[in-house]
């Protein structure tokens, strides 16, 4: 497929090289670790991702996850006390092999961002039209004039009312929706060929939630984007995400496409985060199981798999090492006793039998806790 | 008549600005304004005349017989009650608008020494304002930009080392010239390495250069400019103020080292209030937006975190400008330089009652306005103050 056959794309340096083998983002064992006060603390642990082009996968964690943070550094966006290994391709293109004049144009132009507070997003003393035109102003080297047109339709795009009066309006004088529209828009602005969706509804009401992802469906599949959704709501992820990653302690523990992971899950994390989130397809008063304790100390892992200590399957094995991510068919798990597989049964037969797992959690639910 | 003018002035510039209910707010700002002129004018003349003396036998001189002591008293109503001088005055100064003499039978009209006098104070307050804010407003941006990297600077606990052993040593060393070379040789290069490539390293330089200049009072660096560049060298003229219209070079050499001194007392103020403000702002997310937008971290720095960085600035800038005359008043002093600061300590010395009053109604003007346009120029900054004020 070549450039010419995207009609709607407008991108003025729409000559750029197919990707290779159809990747826009490889993510090879990538670990972020930040030196805080207290400790050196592993956000994201060796994870390794491919997102194919036009391809949406949603990552799905707690917070505490480390979702935000490997988002976060897709696009360069380390906080000062932090480092990064492993390596990250996007567009087939290495960023640590960019040389000073390619990165200065590589991220916001390939890349771009959306955060999750939109209410905060935009600069508060600056017009909606500056902040939508200096990038393009920027990276691509346009007029002002120029960039105002592009502006113009980039707001008409993102469904903004009357955008040539938005243009001249500051921040506050628009709603939240909007100003996601006008975040939209900005990161936009550079046509980028992969966009990172950070909570991108979160801070929003849920009748705009659904207008704003539809919006964001919409302008991935006319401008041929690669999209990453970063979701605490499995939710969110279900009815937009080709693929869903599970993340927990920093670490990808299931990641599979979007039907198989809810018809056919296989790492216990996932299924209990699937049992605490109401469901419209079960049967209303359907009692939700929280899942139980806290996420770990990362400044501190515990040895063994992360979610062993909340994990009703856990068995000895699971406090001893660390379960690899590997599966059949394009479904990879990190778990010794799956969800679904023998292993598994057994693993929770033995655990009930027992009242306690291996990691000392009570079988019991303690329901009054949560009363 | 006045005050009608400044309201539909202050108002029309409200409308402009496109503040909420502007000339309700116009009203009560130019109000409030009348009501500090009067308290502060009326605090003036019950204090002033506390003071021990009797200002009419220092006008006429120790030679000044009873009679002519008696006749000025009379003439100038100093037997009457403190309320009905005021009300006298502020008929005379503040609505007919005429200065009057310093006091009694002096040689020339209040109006002319003020006129004289304010220009010098007003650009050599403009001056130091330049100075204060083009190292204020550089370093100020620099070290919040260091402030959130990694230090990779030289722990900045040695230079007191380096310094305390050089002048231990110094001992032994009797050139001070030398010392002071052997110190500067020492510490330079460390600070200048910390400031470029010190990451927050660079920012606890910078803080520790603001500290050491704001420690340092006014007087002192005053006293010691004043013997390096004008009794060592010739580099300032003691001579006199110079009108910049008569000859460049010979004004800005009348004015420079007073102008200097006041600037880096100011300094420090301004490069820490604008550095934490900065370094606020850098933690919000439209900062965040900003850098994964791929702006670079000038436009950054300049663009989007230094205009709502420079409230705080503000205001403390309006309040130095508004008290000019006393920020003057030590630093003229030092330098014999004839502005307004110089002639208020010697009104004061002389007793010369309605002196000291205008002045301090001038000052007073000066403040209220002064915070007045301070005030306009935060919707300018903030567009979210304009639907908030009032």
């Known amino acids: 497929m070549t450039a010419n056959d995207q009609p709607h794309r407008d991108r003025p340096d729409d000559g750029r090289p197919d990707l290779p083998n159809g990747m826009m983002l490889e993510v090879d064992d990538l670990t972020v670790d930040f030196d805080t006060p207290s400790g050196n603390l592993r956000a994201v642990d060796g994870v390794t991702l491919r997102l194919a082009e036009r391809e949406t996968l949603a990552i799905v964690g707690e917070s505490g996850s480390g979702k935000s943070v490997l988002s976060r550094t897709l696009i360069n966006l380390l906080a000062g006390n932090g480092r990064r290994s492993g390596s990250i391709r996007i567009g087939g293109r290495d960023i640590d092999q960019l040389s000073k004049a390619e990165r200065k144009h590589f991220f916001g132009v390939e890349v771009a961002m959306i955060f999750q507070d939109p209410m905060t997003s935009l600069n508060p003393v600056k017009r909606i039209g500056v902040q939508i035109t200096e990038a393009m102003r920027y990276h691509l080297d346009l007029s002002a004039s120029a960039a105002d047109k592009r502006a113009l339709r980039l707001l008409e795009l993102v469904h903004i009312p009357s955008p040539a009066e938005r243009m001249k309006q500051y921040p506050h004088e628009l709603s939240g929706g909007m100003r996601q529209r006008v975040v939209i828009a900005m990161a936009l602005a550079c046509e980028p060929r992969l966009l990172i969706a950070d909570e991108p509804t979160t801070a929003l009401d849920v009748t705009v939630q659904k207008t704003i992802l539809d919006l964001l469906d919409e302008l991935r599949q006319e401008r041929r984007m690669s999209m990453i959704l970063v979701t605490h709501d499995l939710g969110v992820a279900e009815g937009r995400a080709d693929r869903i990653a599970v993340m927990y302690a920093g670490r990808i523990r299931e990641i599979t496409t979007t039907d198989r992971l809810f018809a056919d899950m296989r790492h216990p994390y996932t299924e209990a985060l699937l049992n605490s989130i109401p469901r419209p397809d079960l049967p209303s008063h359907t009692r939700l199981h929280p899942i139980p304790g806290r996420p770990p100390n990362l400044l501190d892992p515990p040895k063994g798999c992360a979610f062993a200590p909340r994990c009703r399957y856990a068995q000895p094995d699971c406090l001893e090492s660390e379960p690899p991510l590997d599966g059949p068919h394009g479904h990879d798990w990190a778990c010794f006793h799956p969800v679904g597989t023998p292993e598994g049964a057994a693993a929770l037969a033995a655990n009930e039998e027992a009242g306690v797992t291996a990691a000392g959690l009570s079988m019991s639910e303690s329901e009054e806790e949560f009363v | ?390």
């Not at chain 2, 409200?14 to 308290?39: D, E, M």
């Not at chain 2, 110190?183 to 520790?208: C, H, S």
């Not at chain 2, 013997?227 to 008569?246: C, Q």
């Not at chain 2, 205008?358 to 903030?382: E, G, K, P, Q, R």
């Open chain 2, 1 to 390: 008549m006045i005050l009608v003018v400044l309201i539909l002035i202050l108002g029309a510039l409200f409308v402009l600005l496109g503040v909420r209910n502007s000339w309700r707010y116009a009203l009560q700002r130019i109000g409030g304004a009348v009501l500090v002129l009067i308290l502060v004018t009326f605090g003036t003349t019950v204090l002033i005349r506390q003071v021990p003396g009797e200002p009419c036998e220092i006008a006429l001189g120790t030679a000044a017989t009873p009679e002519a002591v008696a006749e000025c008293v009379d003439d100038q109503g100093l037997d009457e009650g403190v309320v009905a001088q005021y009300l006298t005055w502020s008929q005379q100064v503040l609505i007919e608008g005429d200065l009057g003499y310093a006091f009694y039978k002096n040689q020339e009209p209040l109006s002319e020494t003020i006129q004289q006098r304010l220009p010098r104070t007003v650009i050599l307050f403009f001056y130091s304002q330049l100075i204060a804010l083009a190292i204020a407003v550089p370093l100020g941006i620099w070290a919040a930009y260091q402030a959130g990297r990694p230090s990779k600077g030289i722990p900045i606990w040695i230079l007191p080392i380096i310094v305390g052993g050089i002048y231990i040593y110094g001992e032994f060393i009797t050139d001070w010239l030398f010392t002071s070379v052997l110190t500067l040789a020492f510490l330079l290069p460390i600070l200048i390495f910390n400031l470029f490539r010190g990451g927050r390293g660079g920012d606890t330089t910078v803080n520790f250069l603001a500290f050491g200049l704001l420690s340092l009072p006014v007087f002192v660096l005053g006293v010691i400019l004043r013997y390096a560049f004008a009794e060592e060298r010739n580099w300032f003229s003691l001579a006199g103020y110079v009108p910049i219209t008569d000859n460049v070079i010979e004004h800005l050499k009348s004015i420079w080292v007073p102008a200097l001194v006041l600037g880096l007392a100011a300094a420090p103020v301004y490069l820490r209030l604008l550095r934490a403000d900065m370094i606020q702002n850098l933690q919000q997310d439209f900062v965040s937006v900003a850098k994964a937008k791929g702006m670079s971290n000038t436009h950054i720095l300049l663009r989007h975190v230094l205009r709502p960085s420079t409230v705080t600035l503000m205001t403390v800038l309006g309040l130095n400008i508004a008290q000019l005359v006393n920020g003057a008043l030590v630093v003229e002093y030092i330098f014999d330089f004839d502005g307004m600061g110089s002639y208020l300590i010697e009104a004061i010395y002389r007793q010369e009652f309605f002196a000291v009053q205008t002045l301090v109604a001038l000052v007073a003007i000066i403040f209220v306005v002064t915070n007045m346009v301070i005030d306009v120029f935060y919707s300018v900054v903030d567009p979210r103050v304009r639907a908030e004020a009032a």
